[in-house]
T-cell receptor, first 109, second 111 residues
């Protein structure tokens, strides 16, 4: 079993829809990252959080440390949100991140 | 903003060639990482470095080596490229807290 599981695996949405991407992890963590990767592109860090909730524009990330679960929400989705979204956790051991496999989001106009 | 620059976006090499992938960061970060990314497998850590001349194996170091002679530069070396090393390679650096910055990636094809 992977230490970091993401769901759903792939997601297709219509423009304007509210989207939720989930991440569950099985280890104790110091912080969790949500990363975005556009086709053929590098990885951009969207959020890093260790508790509560963070908001940036149309993106909201939440984390529940007790339940070992985090969600990334996209409000009023747009085709430019189409990308791979990757959850990664930092366990503090040797400064390494453990990654989920990512989910591919397609937003149709 | 921190910048992590990978020297090539796309690279095509022949089997058996020695390949150098370069990564440079501009913020004096101590920790740098090399990952490869494959469909269905996600990102996997190849090597990382805590400081100049320091290196540690990640999860899949076989067939790779690294060099860190200066703090800002972390090089990944494929001693004898093979077709199963065709992949997307990503470099990252880390601040003293938990923040990571990734490069744009190098898509390597070995023919």
């Amino acid at each position: 079993k992977n230490e970091v599981e993401q769901s759903p695996q792939n997601l297709t949405a219509q423009e304007g829809e509210f989207i939720t991407i989930n991440c569950s992890y099985s280890v104790g963590i110091s912080a969790l990252h949500w990363l975005q990767q556009h086709p053929g592109g590098g990885i951009v860090s969207l959020f890093m959080l260790s508790s509560g909730k963070k908001k940036h524009g149309r993106l909201i990330a939440t984390i529940n440390i007790q339940e070992k679960h985090s969600s990334l929400h996209i409000t009023a989705s747009h085709p430019r949100d189409s990308a791979v979204y990757i959850c990664a956790v930092y366990t503090g051991a040797n400064s390494k991140l453990t990654f989920g496999k990512g989910i591919t989001l397609s937003v149709r106009p | 903003d921190v910048k992590v620059t990978q020297s090539s976006r796309y690279l095509v090499k022949r089997t058996g060639e020695k390949v150098f992938l370069e990564c440079v960061q501009d913020m004096d970060h101590e920790n740098m990482f090399w990952y490869r990314q494959d469909p269905g497998l996600g990102l996997r850590l190849i090597y990382f470095s805590y400081d100049v001349k320091m290196k540690e194996k990640g999860d899949i170091p076989e067939g790779y080596s690294v060099s860190r002679e200066k703090k800002e530069r972390f090089s990944l070396i494929l001693e004898s490229a093979s077709t199963n090393q065709t992949s997307m390679y990503l470099c990252a650096s880390r601040t003293g807290s938990y923040g990571y910055t990734f490069g744009s990636g190098t898509r390597l094809t070995v023919v």
